[in-house]
C-alpha cells in the first residue's frame, strides 16, 4: 500500500485544519466516553471526566512537546521560533503522559478521590485514544518503520517499511478492550493502572525497535528507556495490589432521610 493521502482535512479562511488533529481529537472524545461511564458506574458523576480533561489535556500537550524539544535540542536550539510551532508536529506520547499524570495529583488532591483510582478509570481510555490518534501517524507518513518484505508494509518514498503506526495502533486497541473487560470485575485498587503500564511499556518497547524516528539519548531510545520504567513500575504497583487487596473507590449514595414515615 503506498502513501499518498493529502495531511491537510480542509482549509478554513486560509487556516489548514490537519487530519492529524481531526484524528487526534476523534480519539479524545471518544474514549473520554468510556471513562464517562466508568465514573459515573462509581457513583462519581458524568461531568468529573470533563474537569479531569480540561486539566490534564492542557498539560499533557505541553509535556509532550516539552519532551520532543527536550530530545531534539539541537534543532530547536538553532531554530527557536520553531519551538511553539505545534502545527509543524512534534509530540512525544512519553512527556504527555508525564506531565499528565503531575496534573492529576494536583488535581486529585483538591477532589479528594484516590489517585490510583482515578488512574484505574482513565488508562483504558487512555489506550483507546492511543490507537485512534496513531492513525493520523499514518497521514503525516510519519513514525514508521525500516524496509520490510512483509505483505501488510506501506510505500513512503518509494521503500516498503514496518507500519508501526499500525503495529502500535491494534496492540493499545487490545489493551484497551482486556481493560474494560477486567474492570468489569471491580479488581482490586491499581491492578488496572498496573496491568496498562506493564503491557504499553512491552508494546512500546518492541515497536519503537522497528522504528526510524526514536528520539535518543546518548545511543538508547528514549521510548524504550521510558518503556522500561513503565513495565518496572507497573509491576511494583501489580504486587502492592495483589498485597493489599484494596476494592475500588465506589462513592456512597447519601442515606435518604425519614426513611420511616410516621402517619398521624
Same mark, same amino acid.
Given at each position: 500500500?503506498?502513501f499518498?493521502i493529502?495531511?491537510v482535512a480542509?482549509s478554513?479562511l486560509?487556516?489548514?485544519?490537519?487530519w492529524?488533529a481531526?484524528?487526534?481529537?476523534? $480519539?479524545?472524545?471518544i474514549?473520554?466516553?468510556?471513562?464517562?461511564?466508568? =465514573?459515573?458506574?462509581?457513583? +462519581? !458523576?458524568?461531568? @468529573?471526566?470533563y474537569?479531569i480533561?480540561?486539566?490534564?489535556l492542557p498539560a499533557?500537550?505541553?509535556?509532550?512537546?516539552f519532551?520532543y524539544?527536550?530530545?531534539e535540542?539541537d534543532?530547536?536550539?538553532?531554530?527557536?521560533?520553531?519551538?511553539?510551532?505545534?502545527?509543524?508536529?512534534?509530540?512525544?506520547i512519553?512527556?504527555?503522559?508525564?506531565?499528565g499524570?503531575i496534573?492529576l495529583v494536583i488535581?486529585q488532591?483538591?477532589?479528594?478521590?484516590p489517585?490510583?483510582d482515578l488512574?484505574?478509570?482513565?488508562?483504558?481510555s487512555l489506550a483507546?485514544?492511543?490507537?485512534?490518534?496513531r492513525?493520523?501517524?499514518?497521514?503525516?507518513a510519519e513514525?514508521h518503520g525500516?524496509?520490510?518484505?512483509?505483505?501488510? $508494509?506501506i510505500i513512503i518514498?518509494?521503500?516498503?517499511?514496518?507500519?508501526? =503506526?499500525?503495529y502500535?495502533? +491494534? !496492540?493499545d486497541? @487490545?489493551i484497551?478492550?482486556?481493560?474494560?473487560?477486567?474492570r468489569?470485575?471491580?479488581?482490586?485498587?491499581?491492578?488496572i493502572?498496573s496491568?496498562?503500564?506493564?503491557?504499553?511499556?512491552?508494546l512500546?518497547f518492541?515497536?519503537?525497535?522497528?522504528?526510524?524516528d526514536s528520539?535518543y539519548?546518548g545511543?538508547?531510545?528514549t521510548?524504550?528507556?521510558m518503556s522500561?520504567?513503565?513495565?518496572?513500575g507497573?509491576?511494583?504497583?501489580f504486587?502492592?495490589a495483589?498485597?493489599e487487596k484494596?476494592?475500588p473507590?465506589?462513592k456512597?449514595k447519601?442515606?435518604k432521610k425519614?426513611?420511616i414515615i410516621?402517619?398521624?
Amino acid at each position: 500500500m503506498e502513501f499518498n493521502i493529502d495531511p491537510v482535512a480542509i482549509s478554513i479562511l486560509g487556516i489548514d485544519i490537519y487530519w492529524y488533529a481531526i484524528i487526534i481529537i476523534s $480519539g479524545i472524545i471518544i474514549a473520554a466516553q468510556f471513562a464517562k461511564k466508568e =465514573f459515573v458506574r462509581r457513583g +462519581l !458523576g458524568e461531568d @468529573l471526566i470533563y474537569d479531569i480533561l480540561f486539566v490534564i489535556l492542557p498539560a499533557g500537550i505541553i509535556g509532550a512537546r516539552f519532551w520532543y524539544v527536550l530530545f531534539e535540542w539541537d534543532f530547536y536550539r538553532a531554530n527557536p521560533s520553531q519551538i511553539l510551532n505545534f502545527r509543524a508536529g512534534g509530540l512525544a506520547i512519553h512527556g504527555g503522559v508525564v506531565f499528565g499524570l503531575i496534573a492529576l495529583v494536583i488535581y486529585q488532591r483538591f477532589k479528594k478521590i484516590p489517585l490510583i483510582d482515578l488512574t484505574d478509570v482513565i488508562v483504558p481510555s487512555l489506550a483507546l485514544a492511543q490507537a485512534i490518534g496513531r492513525w493520523g501517524n499514518f497521514v503525516n507518513a510519519e513514525a514508521h518503520g525500516g524496509p520490510t518484505d512483509l505483505p501488510w $508494509g506501506i510505500i513512503i518514498d518509494g521503500v516498503k517499511v514496518h507500519p508501526t =503506526f499500525l503495529y502500535e495502533s +491494534l !496492540g493499545d486497541f @487490545l489493551i484497551f478492550l482486556f481493560l474494560i473487560n477486567f474492570r468489569k470485575k471491580n479488581p482490586d485498587k491499581g491492578k488496572i493502572t498496573s496491568i496498562y503500564f506493564i503491557s504499553y511499556g512491552i508494546l512500546r518497547f518492541l515497536v519503537e525497535g522497528l522504528r526510524t524516528d526514536s528520539l535518543y539519548i546518548g545511543g538508547f531510545r528514549t521510548a524504550q528507556l521510558m518503556s522500561l520504567f513503565y513495565i518496572l513500575g507497573g509491576i511494583f504497583l501489580f504486587i502492592w495490589a495483589n498485597k493489599e487487596k484494596k476494592p475500588p473507590y465506589f462513592k456512597k449514595k447519601k442515606e435518604k432521610k425519614d426513611r420511616i414515615i410516621n402517619f398521624k
